[in-house]
């Protein structure tokens, strides 16, 4: 079945950027998105990137996609404190319907 | 707009009892979801549904049940309440191009 990896944890100081790493093994997902959540907090969606794109950039967020090595990664520019939380890779449209399937999300502590 | 609504916040069964978690939407989304949260994993799918009156079963349906007689309205049953059904469940709504899936507040339950 369908498969996302994440590493656990980042640390990172606050000012540098943090690149947070996803790989995943369905070829034939559609979407391929980042979802933020905060302590006690539900998902928030941070950026999405169709397939066919190999890069978006939002502000402070780029996404980069490698079709061909099936990785993903989100980098935020000039990390701040409140941008401490869990980070989920997640993929969509694999297996031809609208479900998600999640990583085991990536902790990143910002150190002030 | 509210959202995705999810009721209750918090809650604690005993083993072999039974409750239904309320989530309600009204964005006019067709395709609803649940996913339950275990500590230190990403999110697993139970059900989900592409409409009103159509349900179906994702990774792990097994001891609890969906019904979806309205667009707004998706509620999750447990029948027989199991500590390993001990988790925060997340109800979810997307439009018909799912290029967002939006995550209601969750709800955390307990079973002892």
């Keep these: 079945g369908e498969d996302v990896e994440q590493s656990l944890f980042l640390s990172v100081r606050e000012g540098d950027s943090s690149v947070i790493n996803c790989t995943y093994t369905d070829s034939s997902s559609t979407y391929l998105y980042w979802y933020k959540q905060e302590p006690g907090a539900g998902l928030q969606l941070l950026t999405y990137i169709f397939s066919n794109m190999d890069m978006k950039q939002d502000q402070r967020l780029t996404v980069l996609l490698n079709k061909k090595d099936k990785h993903l990664s989100l980098r935020i520019a000039d990390t701040q404190t409140g941008d401490s939380a869990i980070y989920f890779c997640a993929e969509s449209g694999g297996t031809g319907s609208y479900q998600l399937t999640f990583g085991k999300g990536t902790k990143l502590s910002v150190i002030p | ?112």
């Design chain 2, 1 to 112: 707009n509210a959202g995705v609504t999810q009721t209750p916040k918090f809650r604690i069964l005993k083993i072999g009892q039974s409750m239904t978690l309320q989530c309600a939407q009204d964005m006019n989304h067709n395709y609803m979801y649940w996913y339950r949260q275990d500590p230190g994993m990403g999110l697993k799918l139970i059900y989900y549904s592409v409409g009103a009156g159509i349900t179906d079963k994702g990774e792990v349906p097994n001891g609890y049940n969906v019904s979806r007689s309205t667009t707004e309205y998706f509620p999750l049953r447990l029948e027989l309440a199991a500590p390993s059904q001990t988790s925060v469940y997340f109800c979810a709504s997307s439009s018909e191009t799912h290029t967002e899936a939006f995550f209601g507040q969750g709800t955390r339950l307990t079973v002892v």
